[in-house]
């Protein structure tokens, strides 16, 4: 029997989609740059437009990751962090990519507040005030490349543009991907309104193969993946904070196989005890602003597995002191990190 990766939205779900590309997000600037306030649904039409005007194909145009999850299981206490868009794009060449970071940072004088002289307002300006993160990848499998918007609650507006990307997904329950294009469709046409009878029909895919599966998981808040040695870091970094959030292995026989196979994906990627110390500091800045006791509650997962060396992670100016790998492979494999995708390591630099 084949899997079925696709569903349509129901109309909660369109509502709640709704309600999330017409919140306003703030983008804060460093330093005296102002707040830009940006809807999603408008940056992702300009953005859009601009990169089809300057002869990108843009196939089309997603919502991804935990904000995914949120629009099809809200009601299951489902939230999220960043709001990842994903624009399907051709790259063919090197070129493209600085077409694309130059046609991003130009979208982004659209939002200035009125007053502020545009004209002086640089590509380079634009980044150091707004971008957060900046990764490039380009390589046989994989070419995309990522601009993070600034966000001081860690909200962080993630705009993706994909043209290969080889694995799209770590677990099961972050496998959802919600296709935009009919509702961009909606908004330009002015006079139109959201309405049971009016609404566009809206398609989610899951990246995991079956939908349904993954669903379950999902509102159920259960931990499933699959060849987990495809995914750069192994996605330890997610497992542990999945189990820290109360999800559980839907089979814990399983997934203890699965962890050794995590675990060495993660030493083969991180091999140097400086870079590992980095990845848990990073995902730590990332997913736990502002949740001090979720942090230390994650690091006290950490601690379980029987760490060996000691990891200092800055909290109000006081270390955590986390134990790390064991030299046992099943023991370190229990929990642990999966480093985000770095730039600097596989990466090209802007």
């Given at each position: 029997?084949?899997?079925?990766?696709?569903?349509?939205?129901?109309?909660?779900?369109?509502?709640?989609?709704?309600?999330?590309?017409?919140?306003?997000?703030?983008?804060?600037?460093?330093?005296?740059?102002?707040?830009?306030?940006?809807?999603?649904?408008?940056?992702?039409?300009?953005?859009?437009?601009?990169?089809?005007?300057?002869?990108?194909?843009?196939?089309?145009?997603?919502?991804?990751?935990?904000?995914?999850?949120?629009?099809?299981?809200?009601?299951?206490?489902?939230?999220?962090?960043?709001?990842?868009?994903?624009?399907?794009?051709?790259?063919?060449?090197?070129?493209?990519?600085?077409?694309?970071?130059?046609?991003?940072?130009?979208?982004?004088?659209?939002?200035?507040?009125?007053?502020?002289?545009?004209?002086?307002?640089?590509?380079?300006?634009?980044?150091?005030?707004?971008?957060?993160?900046?990764?490039?990848?380009?390589?046989?499998?994989?070419?995309?490349?990522?601009?993070?918007?600034?966000?001081?609650?860690?909200?962080?507006?993630?705009?993706?543009?994909?043209?290969?990307?080889?694995?799209?997904?770590?677990?099961?329950?972050?496998?959802?991907?919600?296709?935009?294009?009919?509702?961009?469709?909606?908004?330009?046409?002015?006079?139109?309104?959201?309405?049971?009878?009016?609404?566009?029909?809206?398609?989610?895919?899951?990246?995991?193969?079956?939908?349904?599966?993954?669903?379950?998981?999902?509102?159920?808040?259960?931990?499933?993946?699959?060849?987990?040695?495809?995914?750069?870091?192994?996605?330890?970094?997610?497992?542990?904070?999945?189990?820290?959030?109360?999800?559980?292995?839907?089979?814990?026989?399983?997934?203890?196989?699965?962890?050794?196979?995590?675990?060495?994906?993660?030493?083969?990627?991180?091999?140097?005890?400086?870079?590992?110390?980095?990845?848990?500091?990073?995902?730590?800045?990332?997913?736990?602003?502002?949740?001090?006791?979720?942090?230390?509650?994650?690091?006290?997962?950490?601690?379980?597995?029987?760490?060996?060396?000691?990891?200092?992670?800055?909290?109000?100016?006081?270390?955590?002191?986390?134990?790390?790998?064991?030299?046992?492979?099943t023991q370190a494999a229990l929990k642990g990190?999966?480093?985000?995708?770095?730039?600097?390591?596989?990466?090209?630099?802007?």
């Amino acid at each position: 029997m084949s899997e079925v990766r696709f569903s349509n939205l129901t109309w909660d779900q369109v509502i709640t989609l709704d309600q999330v590309l017409d919140e306003v997000i703030p983008i804060h600037g460093r330093g005296n740059f102002p707040t830009l306030e940006v809807k999603p649904k408008d940056i992702i039409h300009v953005v859009k437009d601009q990169l089809i005007e300057q002869g990108i194909i843009v196939k089309d145009t997603r919502l991804n990751g935990s904000i995914a999850s949120y629009v099809l299981a809200r009601r299951h206490g489902i939230s999220y962090k960043d709001l990842d868009v994903v624009f399907g794009v051709e790259l063919p060449s090197y070129q493209e990519f600085h077409i694309v970071k130059d046609a991003v940072l130009g979208c982004l004088l659209d939002f200035l507040p009125k007053g502020v002289k545009k004209e002086k307002m640089t590509s380079y300006i634009m980044q150091e005030a707004y971008v957060q993160k900046l990764v490039k990848i380009y390589n046989e499998h994989d070419r995309w490349s990522l601009i993070s918007l600034s966000n001081n609650t860690g909200k962080n507006l993630e705009l993706k543009f994909v043209s290969s990307l080889k694995r799209q997904f770590e677990f099961s329950v972050d496998s959802f991907q919600i296709i935009l294009n009919p509702m961009l469709d909606f908004y330009s046409d002015k006079n139109a309104k959201l309405t049971k009878e009016c609404c566009p029909v809206v398609i989610a895919e899951s990246m995991y193969g079956d939908f349904q599966e993954a669903m379950t998981h999902l509102q159920y808040k259960l931990i499933s993946t699959r060849k987990p040695e495809e995914i750069r870091g192994g996605g330890l970094l997610k497992y542990c904070d999945l189990l820290v959030h109360d999800f559980k292995p839907v089979c814990i026989f399983e997934m203890k196989n699965l962890e050794r196979y995590m675990c060495s994906r993660f030493f083969i990627d991180f091999p140097d005890e400086v870079e590992q110390q980095r990845k848990i500091e990073s995902y730590l800045h990332n997913h736990f602003i502002g949740e001090e006791k979720s942090k230390y509650g994650y690091l006290m997962t950490l601690h379980g597995v029987g760490f060996c060396r000691e990891i200092h992670c800055e909290s109000d100016g006081l270390p955590y002191q986390v134990p790390t790998w064991s030299e046992t492979p099943t023991q370190a494999a229990l929990k642990g990190f999966c480093g985000e995708i770095h730039c600097e390591s596989d990466g090209l630099p802007y």
